[in-house]
């Protein structure tokens, strides 16, 4: 049985930053699933932020958080993603969710992804 497990959020101020930890169980073979970062805005669709494809370290970035936002796997946990935001914006508040996904990152909808955590709060102000 999955379960993916988020710790990190809370709230900062704009320009600062926020690391948020992804812990993964009962993946079969962690180098087959793509492992992402979605945030969900009041009103807002959940989009799909940064995704990392297990098998071959492959990231992936939306444009909004690019050159912002690091996704990675902890070296030393490698059941373990995380998600590095630097450079906060307001308009990054939101509620962000691991995913996890038994196929390549090209899939990038909600739907394409079968495990979710249940997510953690994220608030940046002005």
């Known amino acids: 049985q999955v379960q993916l497990v988020e710790f990190g959020g809370g709230s900062v101020q704009a320009g600062g930053s926020l690391r948020l930890s992804c812990a993964a169980s009962?993946?079969?073979?962690?180098?087959?699933?793509?492992m992402a970062w979605f945030r969900q805005a009041p009103g807002k669709e959940r989009e799909r932020v940064a995704a990392?494809?297990?098998?071959?370290?492959?990231?992936?970035y939306a444009d909004s958080v690019k050159g912002r936002f690091t996704i990675s796997q902890d070296n030393a946990n490698n059941t373990l993603y995380l998600l590095q935001m630097n450079s906060l914006k307001p308009e990054d508040t939101g509620t962000y969710y691991c995913?996890?996904?038994?196929?390549?990152?090209?899939?990038?909808?909600?739907?394409?992804?079968?495990?979710w955590g249940q997510g953690t709060q994220v608030t940046v102000s002005s």
């Open positions: 009962g993946l079969f073979n962690g180098a087959h699933y793509c």
């Open positions: 990392l494809y297990g098998g071959s370290g492959n990231t992936y």
């Open positions: 995913a996890a996904a038994r196929r390549s990152c090209w899939v990038e909808n909600v739907s394409g992804y079968e495990h």
